[in-house]
């Protein structure tokens, strides 16, 4: 589907605006399966120049390919929006066919990865600390270990998911690829964490129009403002 070829760790200067990004859109059609909540799997697969990436083949080498495999159809209760017209009072439905609390397939039209830029040495046989240790896997044949190869799906919105039913033809689909620095990559995993220990603990989560709205406003808001927001909030917290 998609083949970006060259990229090099750490190159923040890559793509046409020499911003470190590339990207790449499609339309995937869908299939019969797909149109009745049917399961659509993504399968990115990083690896060296001229390295062979099918198993199969004689000179397949696994420590030259990184491949990570993530579920890309969502499933979530429909919650229907009505619209009446003020005229003849009819109510009717925005999503034809379907109906209120109904458990139906959705799809994200944005996918970002992210190969992370961590130029430090993880010491083997050492513990490493969360988030990298679910992340980084060392080889101890060969006393390596393969780089990170992320998905980045914080600044997803949940009004961006398309519903998927019969009368859905085609599905867009903009993969962006970037490297992400170790900052922000603790940032997004600590975010993770966050909301799997609420889960634990039975902490109430916001909701998915709420977590919209303050990614929305990240998004944007001039990132002066909303630093000065911030500071000018903590302040009168103070007095």
């Known amino acids: 589907l998609c083949h970006f070829e060259g990229l090099k760790m750490g190159e923040w200067y ?3 605006e020499k911003n470190g990004q590339r990207n790449f859109l499609a339309n995937i059609p869908t299939t019969v399966d797909l149109q009745n909540n049917g399961t659509m ?7 060296r120049n001229d390295a062979q990436i099918n198993p199969l083949h004689p000179e397949y ?3 030259d390919v990184v491949i990570v495999s993530r579920i890309w ?5 429909l919650k229907i929006e009505s619209t009446t017209n003020l005229l003849t009072g009819e109510t009717k439905n925005k999503i ?8 139906i397939s959705y799809w994200h039209p944005n996918l970002t990865l992210s190969m992370l830029d961590d130029q ?3 010491p083997a046989g050492q513990p490493i600390p969360p988030p990298f240790d679910k992340w980084i896997d060392i080889d101890m044949e060969l006393m390596q270990y393969k780089p990170i190869l992320y998905i980045n799906d914080y600044w997803e919105l949940n009004s961006d998911l398309i519903a998927i039913n019969d009368t859905v033809k085609e ?5 962006i690829y970037s490297p992400i620095s170790v900052f922000y990559f603790q940032i997004y995993e600590a975010q993770k964490m966050q909301k799997q220990w609420n889960g634990m603990l039975g902490v109430a989560e916001a909701s998915d129009e709420e977590n919209d709205i303050v990614k929305r406003t990240m998004l944007e808001t001039n990132p002066y403002i909303l630093g000065v927001t911030i ?5 009168s917290h103070c007095f």
Do not use: M
């Open 14 to 16: 890559d793509g046409e």
């Open 41 to 47: 799997y993504l399968h990115i697969i990083s690896a």
């Open 61 to 63: 080498k696994k420590h």
């Open 73 to 77: 159809t969502r499933f979530k209760k």
């Open 96 to 103: 034809e066919g379907a109906e209120d609390g109904e458990i």
């Open 120 to 122: 430090r040495v993880w």
């Open 171 to 175: 599905l867009p689909l903009n993969i």
């Open 231 to 235: 500071v000018c909030q903590s302040g």
